[in-house]
């Protein structure tokens, strides 16, 4: 059975629950979602079903991935993910999963993209302390000491250093499912998820469940 599909942040709201308490959730554009292709252990080594979202105008798309979705009569797709199935065979080529599949579900793990930050200091990327804020001081956001001198002349891997921050792959596991929308795709799923307004997820069975 498929534990999980695509789906699109659409952005944060409150809703009051049956004992009147007001509950901060993410809307998620659950699917449709259409299967451009299923594989089988003999086939393919492995069983997996690859699904679409969001169709993508055929112009913008090359040949080669234009052919893949012509010869099995699809429109192209501008999001492609591969779920690990049980039996890739009992899908079918343009089947499409809607959003009650989540139905029934109590806890999910969504996948997302963070938001990117840029080139960040120790301060903001690590929580570094910093030094005093004095105008005398010469010494207020810096990294520091690298703890490292002529022996071995280098700085150490895994250093907590300035760098790049952000725009990284995350899983929040065992959120809360709230409520699912069958009529308009959506699910509705308490606190936070990863990434921006309009980012990619991918919402599945929570294994912490």
Not at 129 to 136: A, I, K
Not at 138 to 153: D, E, L, N, T, V
Request: glycine content about 14%; proline content about 5%.
């Amino acid at each position: 059975m498929l534990d999980g599909l695509i789906g699109k942040k659409i952005g944060m709201t409150q809703i009051f629950g049956e004992d009147g308490r007001l509950i901060p959730v993410t809307v998620i554009q659950a699917g449709p979602c259409t299967v451009v292709r299923s594989k089988t252990k003999d086939k393919d080594g492995y069983d997996a079903v690859m699904l679409g979202f969001e169709e993508k105008k055929p112009k913008l798309v090359n040949k080669p991935d234009l052919g893949q979705f012509t010869k099995r009569g699809l429109k192209p797709f501008r999001i492609l993910r591969e779920f690990r199935v049980a039996d890739g065979g009992q899908f079918q080529v343009g089947q499409e999963i809607k959003a009650d599949l989540l139905t029934g579900l109590t806890w999910v793990d969504v996948v997302g993209t963070s938001k990117g930050k840029g080139f960040q200091g120790v301060m903001k990327r690590h929580n570094a302390r910093g030094g005093p804020g004095g105008h005398g001081s010469m010494f207020h956001r810096a990294p520091g000491s690298m703890g490292a001198s002529s022996r071995p002349s280098r700085t150490l891997k895994n250093r907590k250093l300035p760098g790049h921050m952000g725009d990284v792959r995350v899983t929040a596991q065992r959120l809360k499912l709230v409520a699912v929308d069958m009529e308009n795709n959506l699910i509705l799923i308490r606190g936070s998820v990863p990434g921006g307004k309009r980012g990619i997820v991918l919402v599945k069975k929570s294994k912490k469940a």
